[in-house]
């Protein structure tokens, strides 16, 4: 099954910037190869239609930066677990946080992809994407592959590992490109501050609440 659906390289990388997260422990009712005929046509489908749904309502030029932000916030929470990626990103630090920590953490997490990713989307250049295939990732989860051919240079291998959630439909919880999750760099430079400041997570948040504006922080 192939999807070829227009979306730029770099916008796919915006994407990919902050997605990522490893299964988390719990029951696996089924084997890897039942999840794949379960639910390996509709991950594809799940996948080509985030593409699209990202081309269709935030690579606007004219789109005011506000705007594309309160877009891009709805992409991200509908298609992306995000709890689960902050989650993953604050890594072992998240067991040592506490309740209210975790929270604020989450909150800037999502303010910051916001802000940093949302207001990018104003290049897009009719670059392709295509889905090409999915296999199995563990017993919960399936991996689906594509490429994403820039218009000046060789196709880039994108994998997504994707989820069935209980209620239905599917989320993305983790993503490759050639091979490398994006996800462990972010948790790599979260690890490093927090290390930085004798394992205080409060140092990461403050670093964190650096990086948005006053007003950015009032409008969450």
Known sequence: ????????????????AFAGV???????????SEVVDL?????????????AQAVDTLTDADLPAVEREARFRAFLTDRFDVPLVA??????HWRMASEAERATFTDLFEDLLVVTYGRRFGGYAGESFAVTGVAEAGRRDVQV???????????VDVAWRVRPQEGGGYRVIDVAVAGVSLA?????EFAAIVQRHGGQVS?????LEERLSPQQLAAR
């Open 145 to 155: 592959h594509s490429l994403v051919t820039p218009l000046d240079g060789p196709p």
């Open 39 to 51: 639910h390996g046509a509709s991950a594809q489908s799940f996948v080509g239609s985030l593409a």
């Open 1 to 16: 099954m192939t999807l070829q659906i227009p979306m730029s390289a770099r916008l796919v990388a915006l994407i990919l």
């Open 203 to 207: 140092a990461l948040i403050a670093a």
């Open 22 to 32: 490893v299964a988390l422990a719990g029951p696996r009712p089924a084997t890897a």
């Open 184 to 188: 462990i760099t972010q948790r790599s």
């Open 87 to 92: 989650r993953f990103a604050l890594g072992r």
